[in-house]
C-alpha cells in the first residue's frame, strides 16, 4: 500500500493538512521579521489544550518572551550554536512543567475528587509534570503548524540558568525553548530520513 492510499483510505484528514503538520513540515532555523500576534498564539493554544494528557491535568506552562529584555535574559542561557537564531526570531516560547499542577485537578477532573491525592509525593508529582508536559510540548509544535507557522524547537540551553532566571520560585521546570514564526531564507536542512515501519512497529 503507497502513502498516497493510505492518505485516500485511512487517514481522516486531508493531504494537504497531513502535509502541513507532518510531511512538509520542518523544524526552522531561520524566520522573517514578521510578528507573530498574541491573537495567533492564543488560537494555537485553544487548538492543543483539548490533546490528552493523563488524569488531564495539563502541566504545560507557556512563557512568551516578548520584549528585548526578556530577549536578552534569556540569550546568555541558549546553546551558542542557537542564540543567533534566538535572537532573530520575532517570538520565542519557553516551555515548562508546572510541578505544582495538582492544585488545578478538583476543577480538571470533576468527577474524581480526590484525585490530588494520588500525586501528594513529590517524586511522582514531578516524573508525571514532566512527562504530560512533553507531550503537551509535540501538541504546541503541531500547533504552531496548523497555524501556518515554523517552530525552532530546542533542548540546547542551560536549563538550569533559564529555571533560575524564569522559574524562580522552583514551581516550573523548562523542557523546551521554541522559536516561532514564518520561515525564512534558507529556514530548512536537508529533509533528514526516517525509520520505516517495519522497523518500528511489531505485532504480539
Do not use: C
Not at 529584555?69 to 534566538?86: D, I, Q, V, Y
Amino acid at each position: 500500500m503507497t502513502v498516497s492510499d493510505l492518505t485516500r483510505d485511512e487517514l481522516r484528514i486531508d493531504p494537504q493538512s497531513a502535509d502541513l503538520l507532518f510531511r512538509e513540515a520542518r523544524s526552522a532555523n531561520s524566520f522573517t521579521d514578521e510578528p507573530v500576534s498574541e491573537e495567533t498564539v492564543r488560537e494555537i493554544y485553544e487548538l492543543v489544550k483539548w490533546a490528552p494528557t493523563a488524569f488531564n491535568q495539563q502541566p504545560l506552562r507557556v512563557v512568551l518572551s516578548r520584549t528585548a529584555e526578556s530577549r536578552e535574559r534569556l540569550l546568555p542561557l541558549m546553546a551558542e550554536g542557537n542564540r543567533a537564531k534566538t535572537a532573530a526570531a520575532p517570538l520565542v516560547a519557553v516551555l515548562a512543567a508546572d510541578t505544582e499542577f495538582a492544585e488545578h485537578l478538583p476543577r480538571l477532573v470533576p468527577h474524581a475528587p480526590n484525585v490530588k491525592d494520588l500525586f501528594a509525593d513529590d517524586e511522582r508529582r514531578h516524573t508525571s509534570a514532566q512527562f504530560n508536559a512533553t507531550l503537551q510540548v509535540g501538541y504546541f509544535l503541531l500547533g504552531v503548524r496548523a497555524a501556518g507557522l515554523a517552530a525552532g524547537p530546542m533542548t540546547g540551553f542551560d536549563k538550569a540558568g533559564v529555571d533560575a532566571e524564569f522559574f524562580p520560585d522552583g514551581r516550573y521546570r523548562s523542557l523546551a525553548v521554541v522559536n516561532i514564526g514564518r520561515p525564512g531564507e534558507n529556514a530548512w536542512r536537508d529533509r533528514l530520513p526516517r525509520l520505516d515501519y517495519d522497523e518500528v512497529v511489531t505485532s504480539v
